[in-house]
């Protein structure tokens, strides 16, 4: 059955860093558009990065030179490195795909064109 389970949260520091890991069982990450969406308390879930079957990757204005999405294939994981954490960065992290055919080329931000969701994993990053 198909499964994404993420791991990797915890609490940091600013300034420190994280590396998040979503395992994909029954779906192919480079197959299909895939990323991670960050939600707290009082938004809705919006899109940080996503990377699509050729490996074109997009990020959400506020993360890019911090945020690196990336997949391993072999092992049908993906990847969220996160470098110089801030407090803004807390908050629950899901992995996402869209099943929508067997090759996604052109990523979206948009939480509705994602279908198979993870559990998501929790960061706090203090002061």
């Known amino acids: 059955q198909v499964q994404l389970m993420e791991s990797g949260g915890g609490s940091v520091q600013a300034g420190g860093s994280l590396r998040l890991s979503c395992a994909a069982s029954q779906f192919p990450v480079e197959r299909h558009c895939m990323g991670w969406?960050?939600?707290?308390?009082?938004?809705?879930?919006?899109?940080?990065?996503?990377?699509?079957?050729?490996?074109?990757?997009?990020?959400?204005?506020?993360?890019?030179?911090?945020?690196?999405?990336?997949?391993?294939?072999?092992?049908?994981?993906?990847?969220?490195q996160i470098n110089v954490l801030e407090p803004s960065d807390s908050g629950t992290y899901y992995c996402a795909g869209s099943n929508r055919g067997t090759w996604c080329a052109g990523p979206t931000l948009d939480r509705r064109l994602y279908n198979v969701w993870g559990q998501g994993t929790q960061v706090t990053v203090s002061s």
């Open 37 to 80: 969406f960050r939600q707290t308390p009082g938004t809705e879930r919006e899109g940080v990065a996503v990377i699509d079957s050729p490996g074109t990757v997009r990020y959400e204005e506020s993360v890019k030179g911090r945020f690196t999405i990336s997949r391993d294939n072999a092992t049908n994981t993906l990847y969220l």
